[in-house]
């Protein structure tokens, strides 16, 4: 047995608790060890440039100093994704990257349904260095912050900008674009008819393959 090591990025431990939640359909799937934690001293939401900055190093930090096999950062800004894959030992993922290769193959256009409109910018840098950006039809926010979003209360709206998504934008696959979303992925998947993308499971899914295969981080 092996071990992936899900950090979430920011200081919330209900954040840390509702991504194990979604990942326990992976957890009864696979041999190896989940493990999520947050991370101390961090900000409990992580929602602008310089919280992604300051997330960064923390990662990066603990990731080094984690004893796993492969390890997700699990914001979707992927903050310190590059630097950290340049030094660690094992295979490192960020659950935006993830949910985004996981979206190509469910459908031509991916949406996103963001916290905030200043993290739309941001989102739209990653998704460009990635070349990808003709296969974005939109990103909507809901205007929430992480708590917020991760409430039952914040379905409707979430339901509503899918829906802009679909219709308005011609998106035929979503993706939550918060990672402590995911708990609404199956009844938001039901109301609109398209599949959903939690990234946090996204990109412990390619983790635990990438286990499972055997691959290596590329040097």
Request: charged share 20%; proline share 5%; aromatic share 2%.
């Amino acid at each position: 047995m092996k071990r992936v090591f899900v950090l979430n990025p920011n200081s919330s431990s209900a954040i840390t608790a509702s991504m194990a939640q979604c990942l326990l359909p992976l957890r009864d799937k696979t041999r190896h060890a989940i493990d999520c934690a947050e991370q101390p001293g961090a900000p409990l939401g992580i929602e602008s440039d310089q919280d992604v900055e300051h997330a960064a190093q923390l990662a990066q930090d603990r990731i080094l100093a984690e004893a796993c096999d492969a390890a997700v950062i699990a914001c979707f800004s992927d903050p310190g994704l590059a630097q950290t894959r340049a030094h660690a030992k094992v295979p490192v993922f960020g659950i935006a990257e993830a949910a985004y290769c996981t979206a190509l193959m469910l459908g031509r256009r991916f949406g996103i349904i963001s916290l905030g409109s200043a993290s739309i910018a941001r989102h739209a840098r990653h998704i460009a260095e990635l070349g990808l950006s003709a296969r974005l039809a939109g990103d909507r926010p809901i205007g929430m912050t992480v708590a917020h979003a991760n409430q039952a209360e914040a379905l409707g709206s979430i339901i509503d900008v899918g829906e802009r998504l679909r219709d308005q934008d011609g998106a035929q696959v979503l993706i939550l674009g918060c990672a402590g979303m995911g708990g609404h992925r199956p009844a938001l998947q039901a109301r609109l008819g398209l599949p959903v993308i939690d990234p946090v499971q996204a990109a412990v899914a390619v983790a635990l393959d990438a286990l499972d295969l055997d691959y290596h981080t590329a040097r």
